[in-house]
């Protein structure tokens, strides 16, 4: 057989020459819509190469984008890697202070930046040392940073000469990325086909300690990751005549895949730049005729809150809403089902996976299931996708595969991580026999099908029993005046750990906990309920959209100081 | 990332722990069904891989097979790769000749025969020298071999004490299969996942000249070829709730790759044994729900036959109807999805490619387009697989994708061979760059659809201008009366070539060179009408199903001796 490497070069020609047509939409920062097709963006993407390569920039080495989802984004997700360095998003939600620390630790050589997120990078810019900036200029935005960016330049003295500089779009200090992909050469774009094995992506992901730590993707991982999506038998099965919009933010563990999984089946890609809210994805999935998309909960059940507002008012093409992140509730499975006639399909998955691990696709027992229990499945992360391995073990050992047991989830497969980058602390995450522990608690069916019981960190263990922290959030979620809830466990000075639910009813309605405790009662073992409620406005959540459950646990120890 | 490699125990580890309750349902010669689930086949794999170790077959090593399609033959696709040595299917339908010769060069320690197929077997086994000939039993067939084996004894002295071989199912000289399966300890059984690019596979391909040559696929190009008919954006996109029953055999180019595709996706799979006429499939497919199946042109329309002959009689769910090996109709399309609701998905492939090089998709664009246009690519070989880069070239260099200019077509990909086995003369069909030539003569749409206007050996150069056989022949069999039809070359003093048809009729019907004139007038240039047509009862076919072009040339020539 030829040794034909997996590498990423051989998704941008695919694209350029089968797609060329195709069309990447973005909503710009000033709500404008820009079209361009692969054709253009191959195109763009061998300029942008060779310029980075003329900035310096060398195989292995880093360039960090600080960026939205928009086509200028995929230009970098392609140059970068496709000349043998490593793209390295930096996930805008995490702090300054974190954005530092990862910048110096990956060493990140160019940084590219929207200047409508040049604030955020402004807070950390005199922490770090990138030998250039380039900043993506954004019309009808506000460009006035410039007086408090200090003495830094980090545009190249002998680069704009004729290329628009003395007008430029961007601040002084900075490339102007338009002027950077413009004074590119594409006929000097040398394509890295060399070693699939080679990196090609880096992802940092807050740690439950310490400081985040960067997951090393190769071409090799990526590639092979890209099928899941396009495999049937993972519920997605995207097609050229896809048209998919990734909520999922393109800084947060590659975007699910999404922008390298559609280049490689020709879907038209839809970018929704800054604005998320349901509003303007709304408007989105219906005028570009949007038919995957992909989300953590929190959008999907925004977003129901505003189709249920006016059922009438968006004429919309989904057939997949894929879900991941954190656990989908069977209110928010079946609503989209029964009134919208939209598959919501749950994953699971990891930044130290690529990050599909698993989905909860329809299997043909399922399809002879009762509607009930059809939705029963369909909240659980699922079944590991082609490629990945799965077991659980608890503290005797590999546990049963009965759906009842529970152990900690280990996986392991040509998407998975072996160790964190530049050696960082791994936390005990991988067995000695090489697989990746998730932390994650569940139990596994008799034919495979994974259910996290709850995160590890996150268990409530009352008198030497478990308590699911993530049933009682689900069930607490049906109720139809809760927006969200989130279960964490106190301390007890009887049964070392009980449970406690913060509440955050629905706009303009209100919950007492009394009616709440009613609800539960009978659907859980007395044990389970709840020792308290707190009704609240909103629960802290992680960059990435998950509840942030230290936080409340130390606003409850705050709140309830222990008694000595 | 993990060095996570691609090898064949990791898709059989998949089914056994994900699929076990799933079944393999098999037609035995004596017509009846048996079934078995992925759970027990895991077992049995097992237990015949060590019991192959037990009788001598290591790493590397050659088994073959000469057998239909069926659960045991199944099992030895996983056994001899899972245990690192190299599955060897032998053609059932290559003259004994080849056969001794194929079985020679590839030096095949073990054969497995199906009992049925013992009657070719002993054509060419005075002639051939594996340690042993392990036979399987099947009910119902004569076992009448016996007599004529002569003095070969392939039985392990040793081996079959106690394991019944005093009653054996098979006549003396053979091990029995089901002897040698339950003599196996599955604990013994050592999974080979050391090197994806290991060999795992061999198959013998008929070229235009000389001997039948060897292509050998490696564990990671199997695995990466697996994915083609669970993608989705291929159009076939088999899931675990797909119901598949291979028609193209087993001994030819793996199955398309079904047996192993099919195990990754967790699909049941269903096995016709020997009974491949129209009646005994549609059986099968109404009785067991097949929701899938692919064959050659052939096939389908012996299928088409026998479902018109009475359009009630069988209830289907067959979605898709993957053909490939040669080019389909639009009335075959046409008639399939017009009548019976069922998707007829054209594809390209080469033994050197796994096989799978394209498929006939719907774009987007084709989507839109009227349903003739939607029918003139339904049955073009389509757009390549992901991962499959093509380009054609001519005597000037390589052809624009106009849709118009004709050139050979190269391929190149991680499931595509560099070379044949063991050194076999490659006459010419590697290029100094890597790709293969793949002797079709085609043309590229702006989109990288392919459409195959000849073999390159089978082109009718006229006056300087080339002419289609194949369009010439789909145009034929586009006449209601006419079965079967073959265009070939013909020499001719003026214009060096014409063509000339041969042409089956549908049975009952009569078909006049006269009304065959007509019926093309208007639909050609000219030039291109044939010269003459031979009415005849049966084109001869290759042992794949595919005219063979070379036989009616020579029986041209015999029939029409020069004058000179």
């Known amino acids: 057989m030829m040794d034909y490497q997996l590498t990423l070069p051989t998704l941008l020609r ?46 292995g080495d880093r360039v960090a984008t600080l960026s939205w989802n928009h086509s200028q984004h995929l230009e970098a997700y392609f140059a970068v890697p496709c000349m043998g360095a490593v793209l390295h998003p930096l996930n805008i939600r995490f702090s300054a202070d974190d954005l530092s620390y990862i910048v110096n630790h990956a060493e990140d050589k160019v940084l590219i930046v929207d200047q409508v997120l040049l604030p955020l990078f402004e807070q950390f ?14 019309a009808g935005t506000d460009a006035g940073f410039g007086a408090g960016s200090g003495g830094r330049a980090w545009t190249d003295a002998g680069f704009g000469a004729g290329s628009g500089f003395g007008e430029s779009r961007v601040a002084a200090g900075y490339l102007d990325y338009e002027d950077v992909v413009a004074s590119g050469d594409a006929s000097l774009f040398e394509p890295f086909e060399a070693d699939e094995y080679a990196a090609a992506f880096l992802c940092y992901t807050s740690g439950t300690t310490g400081r985040p730590k960067g997951v090393l993707y190769s071409h090799r991982s990526i590639l092979l990751h890209s099928m899941t999506s396009l495999f049937s038998c993972c519920g997605i099965g995207v097609t050229e005549t896809d048209v ?81 992140g954190s656990g989908v509730s069977r209110h928010l499975v079946a609503s989209f089902a029964d009134r919208y006639g939209i598959r919501v399909v749950s994953s699971w998955g990891m930044t130290e996976m ?118 009682l959030e689900n069930a607490l979620m049906g109720h139809p005046s809760v927006h969200e809830a989130a279960v964490i466990a106190i301390p007890d000075p009887k049964w070392v750990e009980r449970p406690f639910a913060y509440v955050v009813p629905k706009a303009g309605m209100a919950v007492s906990p009394a009616e709440l405790q009613a609800f539960l009662r009978g659907q859980f073992a007395k044990f389970w309920m709840p020792d308290g409620y707190a009704i609240v406005d909103a629960i802290p959540k992680t960059s990435v959209g998950k509840f942030l459950k230290s936080a409340l646990r130390a606003q409850y120890i705050n709140e309830h100081p222990p008694r000595d």
Not at 30 to 38: G, K, L, P, Q, V
Not at 265 to 276: E, K, N, R, S
């Open 14 to 59: 695919r694209a350029e020459s089968l797609f060329a047509h195709k069309e990447i939409v973005t909503r710009l920062p000033d709500r404008s819509i820009h079209r361009c097709t692969y054709g253009e963006l191959a195109v763009r993407v061998k300029k942008l190469a060779a310029a980075l390569h003329r900035l310096g920039v060398r195989q």
């Open 125 to 138: 810019k005199d922490r770090v040392n990138p030998s250039r900036v380039i900043v993506i200029p954004q």
């Open 354 to 471: 690529s990050p599909t691990g698993s989905t909860a696709v329809v299997s043909s027992r399922l399809q002879k299931a009762s509607k009930e229990e059809q939705l029963d499945y369909a909240i659980k992360p699922g079944l590991p996708a082609p490629f990945v391995e799965i077991r659980a073990r608890d503290e005797h050992g590999f546990i049963p595969w009965d759906g009842v047991r529970t152990g900690e989830l280990e996986v392991r497969g040509p998407w998975v991580c072996s160790s964190y980058y530049r050696g960082a602390e791994s936390d005990g995450r991988f067995t000695s026999d090489g697989w990746l522990r998730t932390g994650d608690i569940v139990s596994i069916t008799e034919d495979g099908w994974i259910d996290i019981k709850d995160r590890s960190k996150d268990v409530i263990k009352s008198g030497g029993e478990w308590i699911s922290s993530i049933a």
């Open 244 to 324: 998919v919009l990734p909520i999922v933010p393109m800084f947060h563990a590659g975007a699910w895949g999404f922008p390298y999984n559609c280049t490689l089946a020709g879907a038209t890609q839809v970018f929704p730049g800054p604005y998320l809210d349901a509003e303007s994805l709304l408007e989105l999935f219906e005028g570009e005729r949007v038919t995957v998309t992909a989300a953590v909960p929190t959008v999907l059940r925004n977003i129901l809150v505003a189709l249920d507002a006016d059922p009438q008012k968006y004429g919309l093409c989904l057939r997949v809403f894929l879900v991941g």
